[in-house]
């Protein structure tokens, strides 16, 4: 049952068209992904839905009391008071990870962090318990327990979803459904993330396959009517030359000609009728890093390394280091210190105690994860200094195999979109030679196809690489080790996300050897108990006591025996 009908939706903003002809359905508890480039109109649907704007054409059927939630994909939101105090609002918060919100002042509110003001502002909108929820990048500045948490609140919200994310792995976990926006059009895939990708190529291969064998039989009978054309021709001179069979070669000619218009109009009609387009091959992002080979083995050494503030300490007494060549990954939760220490690293904050030193002639090139730091009145061309005519010609080419047109490079930031404001930043990096990348958050802006391709591209830099990223497939893939903040600690770890989490989850989870040595202990004191019961009589009151840990241990020994039996 659908709570939501578009019909035939056109868009345009100036001359260019940015939704065609677009219809679709909403169902109650759809779990849709809506996916496409950057600039393919996702956010200009979202508000369509949303009902912030109308369409030039085409109808959206709504029921007027419906709900919608709405967060945006700038997190530069504002606290409502009443939100704040609410029991329903508290609770979310709570499980976002902001457990002390309930206390903070109104200076706590005002120096909130891009991740806890995303915390806040889902915790806002969950405590309004809307029919629609649409969520625009909500996992930007979430860490992983903001992620899974969200996840898992997806998965019970009772209503529909629709969300506008890059983040693969977070949609392969929530979505049943793709919205895929292309050149204007809408086309719909069932599944998920994973799901949609294999199909998309599947499509592009048979449709592939149809075109090739359509040109084939064009060719084909275009070959029959140029044999044709041929006769013709000679039928016409021989009409000529000889006059004696003048009439038998006109008729012959006029066969053939006739043969030829015929074969024709059936060419064209089938080709109408039947017509299979070439599809068009997505856009290959060719990043180009030169790794330089100068450098020592160890780049960057910690020792002691500590950092507070008046009333905070960040992380205290950490020894880590980094070699040449190695591909490591900064995690740890919201407000852990994760852009500090890349902070400390590149010089722009100090040492609280300790040592981080550097190689002297480290070339570290870094991308923040704030691209609203770049000069919004000058032009991309400005920004990045290019004057030698060989890096402006990189620069252009580099931009084109983003996807984005050269001319952009004139244009003022300003004008730019995020994504596009990252490319830029992107290009300063790939026309230079660096021993180090520092990503902070690298794939906020970038989309899918995007992402999938700066991964191939970064898995083949043979120089050191430093990212902080909450796209989980993205730091799984490229990093096989991680520096992880947690308990006020950098510990270095020598594994990949996926195997550092499965250990922390066998860590946490008792082994069987455990769970044995715990029952063997409660049929101990299962035994020591029903030796006294057996002593005493039913109406007195150890008994009582008794009895009541009997019952006890003996449901926590149908519990071990219940892990022993998942095991």
Not at 61 to 70: H, L, S
Not at 237 to 254: I, L, N
Not at 467 to 485: A, G, P, R, T, W
Not at 521 to 536: D, F, H
Request: proline residues 2%.
């Amino acid at each position: 049952m659908f709570i939501l009908q578009a019909r035939n939706l056109k868009k345009h903003f100036g001359d260019k068209p940015v939704l065609e002809d677009l219809s679709f359905d909403l169902n109650k508890n759809d779990r849709i992904g809506l996916v496409g480039a950057n600039g393919a109109g996702k956010t200009t649907l979202a508000n369509l839905i949303y009902g912030d704007i109308e369409p030039e054409q085409g109808t959206i059927n709504r029921n007027p009391q419906m709900r919608i939630g709405y967060l945006l994909q700038s997190v530069d939101y504002t606290v409502n008071d009443d939100k704040q105090l609410s029991a329903e609002f508290l609770e979310r918060a709570s499980e976002l990870g902001l457990k002390k919100v309930h206390s903070w002042q109104e200076e706590r509110f005002a120096h909130l962090s891009g991740g806890e003001k995303l915390k806040i502002a889902l915790a806002q909108i969950w405590a309004t318990n809307p029919d629609i929820l649409i969520l625009d990048e909500p996992t930007n500045h979430l860490d992983f327990q903001g992620v899974n948490w969200l996840i898992n609140q997806l998965q019970e919200f009772n209503g529909t979803v629709i969300l506008i994310s890059h983040d693969r792995y977070f949609l392969d976990k929530t979505i049943t459904k793709v919205f895929e926006l292309d050149l204007g059009k809408l086309t719909i895939y069932n599944g998920n993330y994973s799901t949609y990708r294999t199909e998309k190529q599947n499509r592009y291969e048979d449709q592939l396959h149809q075109y090739d064998v359509q040109q084939k039989y064009k060719a084909h009978v275009e070959g029959q009517m140029t044999q044709l054309q041929q006769w013709a021709g000679k039928a016409h001179r021989t009409m000529r030359d000889q006059e004696g069979f003048k009439e038998y070669h006109g008729v012959k000619a006029k066969k053939i000609d006739k043969a030829i218009k015929s074969k024709m109009k059936r060419l064209n009609q089938e080709l109408e009728k039947n017509k299979v387009e070439k599809p068009t091959e997505e856009k290959k992002v060719r990043f180009q890093f030169e790794a330089s080979k100068k450098r020592g083995k160890r780049i960057i050494e910690a020792k002691n390394l500590t950092k507070k503030y008046a009333s905070r300490t960040l992380f205290t007494n950490s020894q880590f280091y980094i070699n040449h060549g190695e591909r490591i990954g900064i995690i740890g939760p919201n407000g852990s210190g994760k852009t500090t220490l890349v902070n400390m690293i590149l010089g722009d904050e100090s040492i609280t105690f300790g040592e981080l030193s550097k190689s002297d002639t480290l070339k570290i090139a870094y991308l923040s994860q704030d691209v609203a730091d770049m000069p919004l009145s000058q032009t991309a061309l400005d920004a990045l200094h290019l004057s030698e005519k060989e890096k402006l010609l990189q620069a252009r080419t580099t931009l084109a195999n983003m996807g984005m047109n050269a001319d952009k490079l004139e244009q003022l930031i300003g004008t730019l979109s995020l994504g596009e404001r990252t490319r830029i930043k992107l290009t300063n990096m790939l026309i230079s030679d660096y021993d180090l990348l520092i990503l902070d958050e690298p794939t906020n802006h970038l989309d899918l196809a995007s992402r999938e391709q700066l991964e191939t591209t970064l898995s083949e830099f043979t120089s050191s690489l430093l990212i902080v990223s909450h796209d989980y497939y993205f730091i799984n893939k490229l990093c096989d080790k991680l520096l992880v903040i947690e308990d006020n600690k950098i510990k270095r770890i020598e594994m990949n996300l996926e195997q550092y989490e499965l250990k922390k989850k066998q860590q946490e989870t008792p082994g069987k050897q455990q769970i044995e040595e715990e029952l063997l202990l409660i049929n101990t004191e299962i035994s020591a108990v029903l030796g006294e019961l057996s002593l005493l009589t039913p109406d007195s009151e150890k008994y009582k006591d008794l009895d009541t840990t009997f019952l006890s241990l003996t449901e926590r020994k149908r519990d071990l025996m219940r892990q022993i039996e998942s095991l």
